[in-house]
């Protein structure tokens, strides 16, 4: 008797580790579509996305692509746009945010973005660019000056609504040499870079 109860007791046990698994087999497949349902609705908001942009930019100048670093190109109130973490595309306004929305609205045909206010235009940031590529081209400046010698790049960070200096060296030396030879504006705000090698 007592070996049947510890066989069904075995079985029983069998069984449950069985269900157990089956139950953790069918939360993981669960895991697994949920993880895929959500990549694939952030791809397609990606593809939205990516034609809201197409047709703000157009919006703003059929000739957009060639004009994409013009200044002029841009309305005062633009801050730059980018596509969120969940593929959602985001609009920054330097004014008031429901008039721009509204603006954006019209233009796009649609409301399927956010607006976000920032302080400074992507306009003024690309006159901040139009600075330091003056500095780079100038043919005047000696090609051992120090910020050209540390100068890693630039660009504007739509995100973070500054015009970020790449340095090889973060020393104030280099820093006070930007400043003065290059722009001492207050948008630009300095990260440590590499160069990039050239193949």
Not at 17 to 28: A, D, E, H, I
Not at 125 to 140: G, H, K
Not at 156 to 172: G, I
Not at 180 to 193: A, C, K, M, P, Y
Request: charged share 25%; with cysteine; net charge negative.
């Amino acid at each position: 008797m007592m070996k049947s109860t510890n066989y069904i007791f075995l079985l029983l046990i069998i069984v449950i580790l069985s269900s157990c698994n089956q139950q953790k087999s069918n939360n993981t497949n669960s895991n697994l579509d949920s993880n895929s349902s959500e990549v694939n609705v952030i791809k397609q908001n990606n593809q939205v996305a990516l034609e809201l942009h197409d047709k703000l930019m157009n919006h703003f100048s059929r000739d957009w692509m060639e004009r994409e670093s013009d200044p002029d190109l841009y309305p005062n109130y633009y801050g730059g746009s980018f596509i969120d973490n969940n593929g959602v595309f985001v609009i920054t306004v330097t004014q008031n945010t429901e008039n721009a929305k509204e603006l954006l609205k019209e233009a796009l045909e649609t409301d399927n973005f956010k607006v976000e206010s920032v302080r400074y235009s992507y306009k003024e940031m690309l006159r901040v660019m139009d600075s330091i590529d003056e500095f780079l081209v100038d043919s005047s400046i000696s090609s051992d000056h120090i910020v050209l010698v540390h100068f890693a790049g630039a660009y504007p960070d739509v995100m973070e609504n500054r015009v970020k200096v790449l340095l090889t060296d973060m020393n104030q030396n280099i820093i006070s040499s930007f400043k003065r030879d290059v722009t001492n504006s207050q948008l630009v705000i300095f990260e440590q870079g590499e160069i990039p090698e050239l193949y």
